[in-house]
Nanobody, 119 residues
Framework: QVQLVESGGGFVQAGGSLRLSCAASGRTLSIYDMAWFRQAPGKERQFVAR????????DYADSVKGRFTISRDAAKITMYLQMNSLNVEDTAVYYC????????????WGQGTQVTVSS
């Protein structure tokens, strides 16, 4: 099992920045990649960004490219999401996720952290 705990959410004005963290514990050696998803009220959960655990290859949703940066620490068990130039459309609960294979769904999820951007 892998446990994921997010932190760093909060309230920010449009144009501001926040940095989210996701700490992984448990069977972290089994992780293939980690990702951020978000879900706004009344909307479906959407992919934000992902990073492979060992090679550090990244991928972003078009809506956040150039504004958000995903990274991981040297120990490869903490993932970050630096969010710049935030706008009200970025308001959502942000979830950290991990999976043990490059195929299929994400196996493990954090509890989520709220990000609220005001105009």
């Amino acid at each position: 099992q892998v446990q994921l705990v997010e932190s760093g959410g909060g309230f920010v004005q449009a144009g501001g920045s926040l940095r989210l963290s996701c700490a992984a514990s448990g069977r972290t050696l089994s992780i293939y990649d980690m990702a951020w998803f978000r879900q706004a009220p009344g909307k479906e959960r959407q992919f934000v960004a992902r990073i492979t655990k060992y090679s550090g290859i990244t991928d972003y949703a078009d809506s956040v490219k150039g504004r958000f940066t995903i990274s991981r620490d040297a120990a490869k068990i903490t993932m970050y999401l630096q969010m710049n130039s935030l706008n009200v459309e970025d308001t959502a609960v942000y979830y950290c996720a991990a999976r043990i294979s490059s195929f299929g769904d994400y196996n493990y999820w954090g509890q989520g952290t709220q990000v609220t951007v005001s105009s």
